[in-house]
């Protein structure tokens, strides 16, 4: 198994066993999918827990921050930010690994917290 990760020559994979549908198996798979739906529930109490003003102090605070960041800020690019941030690790990392000092820092002659945290 080490020589289709480590190998210079690509291999193919064996195929995966055919899996049949159980009642078990159905049963993981509704439990995960309750588990995405109630994070949607999740979110939809933290809303109603804002809109009600449960807490006016809380929520005081969270109106005066969307109204400070759609006064200074525009929307089209407030959103952009988490992406373009996303994107620059990407690059910088990429920028690294072509460089080769990813495979340095992996195979342990860098410092790991040196290389993640130089930008």
Known sequence: MDELFW???PKRLPPPPEEELSVDKL???LKRIRG???LFGWMNEG???LMDWRNPLYTLTMLSIFVLTTLYIDAEYALVAPLGL???ILASLWMKRRSGEFVRVWLGLS???SFLFSF
């Open 47 to 49: 809303y109603r827990y």
């Open 7 to 9: 190998s210079l020559t």
């Open 27 to 29: 049963r993981i798979i």
């Open 86 to 88: 996303f994107l620059f």
């Open 36 to 38: 995405v739906l109630a």
């Open 111 to 113: 410092d790991l917290a």
